[in-house]
């Protein structure tokens, strides 16, 4: 999903070097955001749930040191999971300055 998201964002700064864009453009692209706001929202769930299982082993592990390396896997996987969110997060909203760069060059 990275690598997709990168190459969208690099197709349309090629695209925003004309003078003037298509409206299709302008609504394929709105369209775009919405997809990806919808996969940085389901990513924002499963992060929300890694680190709340987390949480929960670490609390349960003052009863059960079992649950200490439970947590510190869900940790190791909560990492990844962030980094991948992160840029997620940073891409949609790059792409709303494009989109808003997209309109102001619309014809």
Known sequence: MKKYL???????DSVLEEERIDKKIVEEHLIKITFFQHERLIHLLVTLAYALLALISFAISTFSPMFVFIGIILVLFLIPYVMHYFHLENGVQYLYKQYDELRRKSI
């Open 6 to 12: 990168y190459d969208y964002i690099k197709k349309i």
